[in-house]
């Protein structure tokens, strides 16, 4: 029996999975973990320590797992990004990984490089505005503020392509994460933009492109003896999870769009032609010489997290219950999901969670349904923008969030948008599988293993109220940020240890 391995590493947890050249899952392993949060819009984590042991455990897990007569004809990786990870030339990260877009340390990079090399330019040829998602200013901001690490790097890489190297030696990057590296690739052309990608990298080289399906390499003798997958295991490149996923989903042609649910929300949308968009991401796609558009929030699970612990942490389907028996409008309340900021489409990391209409007869269950609400909200406002880059054929709806019946039938009553939900739900991890066996021929490069097993219809009694509600709820960011502002400014969050 011929298998491959895929291992996602994500926000919360590592999975890895064994699945077959028909799709079907033979194992799969999870491994929990958290973020390092050390400063107030840092988010870090140790690549060797976490990525690699992690990855090293789950493929020693599985192969172990192998049954009689089977072999791993193929590995791929895909995790979290876009990340920084600096390296020295033994490969030893010198700092923890900056994380994706929650990581907003590097605001005065942003504001640097954009008056430096020019909004228009910089939409033009990346296919984007800079934003707190970027690579490329997190980089300025090592040079800037830690010249020692800078100065001692020989590499840089994302969470799937450290993997890579530890595995093969390779230094590449994909087309995909490239185009999220930004301003450093030029989007429009499939390749570095190597006048700004030396002005930000200075001596540091850049990576080998390729694309996520290609071959890049195979598993050398000592990340053989680490990981218990043989030596001599071609490797395919992988990409970032979020996009990862909706491969794995059937998001693969224009129109198909992909709302993963989780901590955050990403979205997906495979585009025909490019359309660079200041209110979202245009990237490179998975798939060679293809374009997606792409959205995330900085919050959602996360929220409904939050709120569980404050709120006396009791079980999640006792909470689900109360917020279920409160009417849609949370009986007027109104949320900005903004606890972390905000990703697309305001691009503004001084946002702050705001609740109107709070008042004595409101207890959790109205916050929670309120959360789940903002949540769809700031998802409709996304959709409208995709709408205008492009009409979405189909939405696939992906993610450990759809656990919660309450959030996906509310995700739906506001957008109006029917959402498919795949039978396969493991995630990035089957995706990567997926990749693994295009990328050495053991499936054909169109097979789709997604099937779809329900339908997450709009309640047509609720549309109408919430197309109203929606208008008052585009108010509220606008007509409290300035106040927002003020109070981020003169009130930071101090570190957890103060």
Request: glycine letters at 10%; one cysteine or more.
């Amino acid at each position: 029996m011929d298998l491959v391995l895929g291992i996602d590493l994500g926000t919360g947890s590592s999975k890895g999975v064994l699945v077959d050249g028909f799709g079907s899952v033979i194992a799969t392993e999870t491994i929990a973990h958290a973020i390092e949060l050390p400063r107030p819009g840092w988010a870090e984590v140790d690549a060797e320590r976490l990525w690699w042991r992690e990855v090293c455990e789950i493929s020693r897990k599985l192969t172990a797992r192998l049954p009689v007569g089977a072999g791993i004809k193929a590995m791929c990786v895909s995790g979290v990004g876009p990340c920084l990870v600096l390296c020295d030339a033994e490969l030893r990260p010198l700092r923890p990984a900056i994380l994706y877009g929650i990581d907003t340390r590097a605001t005065a990079e942003i504001e640097l490089l954009t008056e430096e090399l020019g909004a228009d330019a910089i939409l033009d040829q990346a296919g984007t505005v800079l934003s707190s998602q970027a690579v490329g200013p997190k980089l300025e901001w090592v040079y800037r503020h830690e010249p020692e690490v800078f100065a001692k790097a020989a590499g840089w890489y994302g969470s799937n392509s450290y993997i890579a190297a530890k595995l093969t030696g390779e230094y590449v990057m994909d087309h995909h994460t490239a185009s999220q590296c930004d301003p450093l690739y030029a989007t429009r052309d499939f390749d570095w933009n190597l006048e700004w990608a030396e002005r930000i990298c200075r001596d540091l080289p850049l990576p080998r492109l390729v694309w996520p399906t290609e071959v890049i390499g195979t598993v050398r003798p000592d990340a053989a003896d680490a990981t218990g997958v043989p030596t001599g295991t071609p490797v395919v490149a992988g990409t970032v999870d979020a996009y990862a996923e909706a491969f794995s989903a059937g998001v693969r042609h224009p129109g198909d769009l992909m709302l993963m649910y989780g901590s955050t929300m990403f979205l997906v949308q495979v585009i025909d032609e490019y359309r660079p968009d200041p209110t979202l991401w245009t990237t490179a796609g998975v798939e060679r010489g293809t374009l997606a558009l792409a959205a995330g929030t900085s919050t959602a699970g996360s929220l409904i997290a939050w709120l569980q612990t404050i709120t006396g942490d009791a079980p999640l389907d006792e909470l689900m219950a109360e917020a279920g028996a409160v009417p849609p409008g949370s009986e007027g309340l109104l949320m900005l999901p903004y606890l972390a900021g905000e990703r697309t489409p305001v691009f503004d990391p001084q946002a702050r969670g705001v609740v109107a209409g709070l008042t004595l007869r409101h207890g959790r269950g109205h916050l929670i349904h309120a959360a789940y609400e903002g949540i769809s909200f700031g998802i409709r406002q996304i959709l409208e923008r995709f709408d205008d880059a492009g009409s979405s054929t189909r939405t696939v709806a992906v993610g450990g969030g759809l656990r919660s019946p309450l959030w996906a039938q509310t995700l739906s009553d506001i957008t109006g948008r029917v959402q498919l939900v795949p039978e396969q739900a493991i995630g990035a991890s089957y995706g990567d599988a997926l990749l693994a066996a295009i990328g050495i021929g053991m499936v054909p490069g169109d097979t789709d293993w997604a099937r779809i097993e329900r339908e997450i219809v709009p309640n047509p009694a609720v549309v109408s109220f919430y197309d109203d509600l929606y208008g008052t709820w585009r108010e509220l960011y606008p007509s409290t940020r300035d106040v927002v502002h003020q109070l981020t400014e003169s009130h930071p969050v101090r570190d957890a240890q103060h």
